[in-house]
Each structure stands twice: as structure tokens, then as C-alpha cells.
């Protein structure tokens, strides 16, 4: 039987890529640094999922994240690489302007008000997830939120989640599933912390090796079978 639901936000509950696409070309608008190609979106996607991953594996702080991504940008492009610490602070904002839920994830979340404890686990910045679970609703349906910023630790890092596990109160962890998207956080967190593991897969990745997933879904409607709602 599971009770408590740990959601992802960004790839999960969020379109992120819609997001981030519309934030960095407000940016470059903002900034005049002329226009910005879907070619440069999807290089930049590409570097900031490998800074991400970095930080996962703790080779890097999340500061040198959030600035290194768009120094290698920036530098790659020709782009005065001293912006790079301006413009994340602007897109730390903008990011939370484009709401897009996947799924109706809304819906879903609010349907399961009262069914189960819902929490939002996320390594997102504070600036960026506040702003977003405002504008989306989200967060007020939500039983609590759980920045790795505020907690001091990213997921998939055990300790994000003890912090996260003591403060709920749970104490039986076959009760609590993650759904999410990124295998490396999310997925490899649940198995860190010893809960169910939900990957939300709409784009049917082949299922890697290395990882222990108990659920795979296309469609976050599946969850109501998952849950026996």
C-alpha cells in the first residue's frame, strides 16, 4: 500500500523544456545578444543536463551549476562569458513564467488531495521552484516541498532524503514511491533511500541496466493504478 507520493517537478509535473526554451530567448532579448536558434537551445540543454549530472555525482557545487552552464554557452558562441552570472540571475526568475503541466498534472494532484500525502522533491533552485509552484498551483495542493537548496543536499544523495523522511514522519519507506523523470535523481535517489521508484518515461527510453525500477509509465494518469485509485 503506498501513502505518500514523492513528485519530481521539472520533466514530471512541469514541461521544463518548454520553459527553459522561452526563458533563455526572453533572455537573449533582454540582454541584445541577438537571436537565439533552436541549434544553440538544444546545445545549451545538452550542456546544462551534463553540469546537472555532474552535481548528482558531487564533482561539482550547485553554484558552479548555475554559472558554469552558461560560461560554456556563452563561451562556445562567442558570447562575452562575463554575462553568464547576470543572465542566470535573471533566469532564475524567467524560468518560473511558462507554466505547461504534463499530463494535466494538476488535475492529477489535485484529484489525489486527501488519497495520499503528496510532497515535491526537487533539486531546482528556490527562486526558480518557488515561482513555479505559485503560478502552477501546484505547491498549495502539495502536503509539503523539499528543495536539495534548503536542505543542504541534492538528490540522489541519501541524505536529502533522510532530512526530507524526518520531517514527514514516515516511518514505513514501503509506503512512499518517487515518480520522476531523471533516472540519475530521481530514480537513483528512491534507491538510495529504499522506496518504491516510479520512472515517468513518456518518450519509451529503452530501460537501462543498473537500476532498479518498479514502475515505468508513459502517462502520468497510470499512477491511479499504481496507487489502486
Known sequence: MITTVLWDVDGTLLDFNAAE???????????????????????????????????????????????GRFEQFF?????????????????????GDTIVYLDNSIDIVRSLRGKVKQYVVSNGTVAAQTKKLDRSKLGELMDGIF????????????GFFDKAFEEIGCKDRSEMIIIG??????????????????????????????????????DLKEVYEILGI
Open 21 to 67: 526554451r522561452a526563458a533563455i530567448r526572453t533572455l537573449f532579448a533582454e540582454f541584445k545578444l541577438g537571436e537565439c536558434t533552436d541549434e544553440m537551445l538544444a546545445r545549451y540543454s545538452a550542456i546544462n543536463i551534463s553540469f546537472w549530472e555532474r552535481l548528482e555525482r558531487n564533482e561539482i557545487t550547485k553554484p558552479e551549476v548555475l554559472r
Open 75 to 95: 563561451g562556445e558562441y562567442g558570447i562575452d562569458t562575463e554575462l553568464a552570472a547576470p543572465f542566470n540571475e535573471r533566469y532564475q526568475v524567467t524560468l
Open 181 to 218: 523523470d531523471s533516472l540519475t535523481s530521481d530514480i537513483r535517489g528512491g534507491m538510495n533511500a529504499g522506496i518504491k521508484t516510479c520512472w515517468y518515461n513518456p518518450q519509451k527510453k529503452p530501460v537501462p541496466e543498473g537500476y532498479r525500477i518498479d514502475y515505468v509509465i508513459g
Open 147 to 158: 528543495l536539495s537548496e534548503k536542505l543542504g543536499v541534492e538528490k540522489p544523495n541519501i
